[in-house]
């Protein structure tokens, strides 16, 4: 199929980049649906999602497959303020930047950025984090549409690549400073 195709497939995608498909985010899982992988494999998306690439794609809808997981109402990750050590290893996994802190200090989601994804759950070493219902919240506020997780996810990206590359040049400073002939001390 056309890029174009792939990109009206992952046009219809939640863009939580949750990963419970099987793919590293909905852009690789768009790509294998162009090339006949199963559209049922979405729990965000869920039967909407399914209906839309049955559509687009001319596929019979089949039922979600259960070994993805469930279909469920947005949800939003929660962190246990009295329970949370600052140890920051839920940072990087949120593809939406959603979570607000750094090493040492507690941290907090903001909810009105949270995909629901569930990628901050396991890496957390002290089980702080759990998963709401977003209509539990008191004044809970929409969930992020696809366009803002995909902008906040192409975001995250681009920060992680761009401190990437500051890194890479502040090493390769130092180990040119670290080769340069001794200074003559006269």
Request: hydrophobic fraction near 40%; charge should be negative.
């Amino acid at each position: 199929m056309s890029p174009g195709t792939v990109h009206a497939i992952d046009a219809l995608l939640p863009q939580t980049q949750c990963t419970r498909c099987g793919y590293q985010g909905c852009l690789p899982y768009a790509t294998a649906i162009s090339a006949g992988a199963a559209i049922n494999q979405c729990p965000p998306g869920g039967a909407a999602t399914i209906e839309a690439l049955s559509q687009l794609l001319g596929r019979a809808v089949l039922p979600l497959n259960p070994d993805n997981g469930v279909e469920a109402p947005p949800r939003v990750a929660v962190i246990d303020e009295s329970r949370c050590i600052g140890c920051a290893k839920c940072l990087p996994p949120c593809p939406v930047d959603a979570i607000i802190g750094a090493p040492r200090f507690l941290h907090t989601v903001a909810a009105e950025l949270c995909n629901g994804c569930e990628l901050c759950i396991a890496p957390c070493p002290v089980d702080c984090i759990t998963m709401v219902d977003l209509a539990a919240l008191p004044l809970a506020p929409e969930p992020p549409s696809p366009d803002e997780n995909r902008d906040r996810y192409h975001a995250h990206l681009a920060r992680g690549q761009r401190r990437a590359a500051e890194r890479a040049a502040m090493l390769a400073q130092r180990k040119q400073l670290a080769r340069a002939p001794p200074e003559d001390p006269q």
